[in-house]
């Protein structure tokens, strides 16, 4: 599973000269229609075999589409021009930006699914369970569904048959926050608790303001703090289980679920079962960042789980420079039990770019920690648009500032994007290079050893030596058939010679002989002779910021 995260409302944007704060008028937006056959037949021959369409859901936004029949969102509950993709707006909704055809928004998403599948890859959406936009109303819902907080008891702060959570007899207060100055206030009464779990009135500038905490039967406010109340079951439960069964019912793949581990376990379990008793082949994908609730979250059915805490920030380390590669080791053993739901990446929507000036500096920097990710497990692994030509996120697009991330506030064309998918002959050399080079390792994922085949690690047999340096190198062995493969990533800048131990053990667990070898790099078709014996060393060159895929058979 090699996932491909577009965020649609960029992607296909041709618009080159786009201003701070820009309009959807002054700076254009991506379609789903730019997401064109040939596009996605690009995307599948690169070794993607899914796509997450990021930003697909109707969300607040303030560009005006009431001419539509679609409410009109109060700029001051609104993140940027745009609006953030997760502050919904109705759950059965597709957004209007990412229409050509607005009155026909969905069937375009239908003719999307059906693109898609036809050049071989998955479809994955977002589902944001845990918040709403603050003005959230839906005008698409089915007839048999009522929509969120319509019977509610506004009175009450908590009650498990609630939708929202609410400051009795108090209106919201945005004195804290540097809203826009639209002419007209906001106003909100009673005040409905914010997504953030923040249960007052009055949120601040840090909080996620614009949005509202859905109820699952927690009482986070309660006196023993945190009970649990799910018999009978919550409202919100059997709403939020509808809408699941509606996107899966359009021939989705998958669902990447937004915070999932703010959102009981209790509620995954009783919502997957139902939907996978009727979708079985759909996935879920949670967004949860403690690794102690890991497990919970996969017995509840998950099937996979960001390596956020584990993988990711050891690899951001290793590259960075504050960690050593050793440390990966022990990122991989944190979970080995459940390392196939581990889901690896370097980049998405919500981490700052490889090549920023806050991360690498440099896409280039990132190689070694993509021979990693993408060859060391057979596990799925995602990458973000625009990581494999070293998208920077350097530029101030409005409310996103300079930080080294790309928008999802605002309208905004991504250069790298526009010109590797609809204008290629603009890609530097360097952008070439990086492109080719990413592709070529993740089409590696389709080798037998990588596939399925054995892992087998080999740091523990390389400390202590003038030859193996354990801060920059990081090396290991795959096997499955009569393929093996040796494989190492340099995270030093320099090029290095090095000499590989291979111990015993790794020599009975893959079953090799002690023999004469030639071993072929798959990156770049180099051969070399190499004796492979217990406790044995092979020798090598390698380029700094690159790694080594040597291929034998036995």
Not at 81 to 99: E, R
Not at 414 to 434: P, V
Not at 456 to 476: G, I, R, V
Request: aromatic fraction near 14%; charged fraction near 25%.
């Amino acid at each position: 599973m090699v996932i491909y995260q577009i965020f649609t409302r960029t992607f296909g944007n041709k618009h080159v000269a786009c201003k701070e704060n820009g309009s959807i008028q002054e700076n254009g937006v991506g379609k789903m229609k730019d997401l064109s056959t040939k596009i996605l037949q690009k995307i599948q021959q690169s070794g993607f075999t899914h796509v997450w369409f990021t930003g697909i859901i109707r969300h607040a936004t303030t560009t005006d589409y009431s001419m539509f029949g679609i409410p009109k969102q109060h700029a001051q509950v609104v993140k940027g021009k745009a609006g953030s993709p997760y502050a919904i707006t109705d759950y059965y909704d597709i957004d209007p930006d990412i229409a050509t055809d607005v009155p026909h928004r969905m069937e375009e998403f239908e003719s999307l699914i059906k693109r898609t599948h036809d050049q071989g890859l998955k479809v994955i959406i977002d589902f944001v369970p845990n918040h709403v936009a603050r003005e959230y109303k839906s005008i698409a819902k089915p007839k048999n569904v009522c929509d969120l907080g319509a019977d509610d008891n506004i009175y009450k702060h908590f009650d498990a048959q609630n939708n929202f959570y609410y400051c009795p007899e108090v209106a919201l207060d945005l004195s804290a926050i540097n809203v826009l100055d639209t002419g007209e206030t906001y106003y909100e009464y009673p005040a409905k608790c914010t997504g953030n779990d923040c249960f007052k009135s009055n949120p601040g500038q840090n909080d996620w303001y614009e949005t509202v905490k859905l109820n699952y039967g927690v009482d986070y406010c309660d006196l023993g703090g945190r009970s649990e109340h799910f018999n009978p079951v919550p409202s919100t439960w059997k709403k939020m289980t509808k809408v699941l069964m509606f996107w899966a019912a359009k021939g989705i793949d998958g669902f990447r679920c937004d915070m999932a581990e703010m959102v009981p376990t209790a509620f995954w379990k009783y919502a997957i079962f139902r939907v996978k008793r009727y979708f079985p082949y759909i996935k879920f994908i949670g967004e949860v960042y403690n690794p102690e609730l890991y497990r919970e979250y996969i017995k509840a059915g998950f099937n996979y789980l960001y390596d956020k805490v584990g993988m990711y920030d050891t690899l951001r380390g290793v590259i960075c420079g504050y960690k050593p590669a050793a440390d990966i080791t022990k990122a991989w053993q944190a979970v080995d039990d459940i390392r196939s739901h581990m889901l690896y990446f370097l980049e998405n929507h919500d981490e700052q770019r490889i090549a920023s000036d806050f991360f690498a500096g440099e896409g280039r920097k990132g190689i070694p920690a993509l021979i990693v990710f993408a060859l060391f497990q057979s596990n799925p692994i995602m990458i973000y648009s625009g990581q494999e030509f070293g998208e920077k996120g350097m530029e101030k697009e409005g409310f996103s500032g300079v930080d080294g991330r790309s928008t999802i506030f605002d309208y905004w064309s991504t250069s790298t994007i526009r010109k590797a998918f609809y204008n290629i002959g603009r890609l530097s050399t360097k952008q070439r290079y990086l492109r080719d080079i990413y592709y070529k390792i993740l089409c590696l994922r389709e080798e037998a050893s990588i596939s399925g085949g054995l892992t087998y690690d080999l740091m523990y047999a390389n400390f202590n030596k003038s030859t193996f340096d354990t801060n920059k190198q990081f090396a290991f062995m795959r096997g499955q058939g009569k393929e093996r493969l040796l494989i190492v990533a340099n995270f030093d800048d320099k090029a290095s010679t090095i000499s590989v131990t291979i111990p015993e053990h790794a020599m009975k667990f893959l079953k090799i002989k002690r023999d004469y070898y030639l071993l072929t790099d798959l990156l770049t078709g180099e051969q070399i002779d190499a004796i492979i014996s217990p406790n044995g060393e092979v020798r090598m060159q390698i380029e700094g910021n690159s790694g080594r895929v040597w291929k034998f058979e036995v």
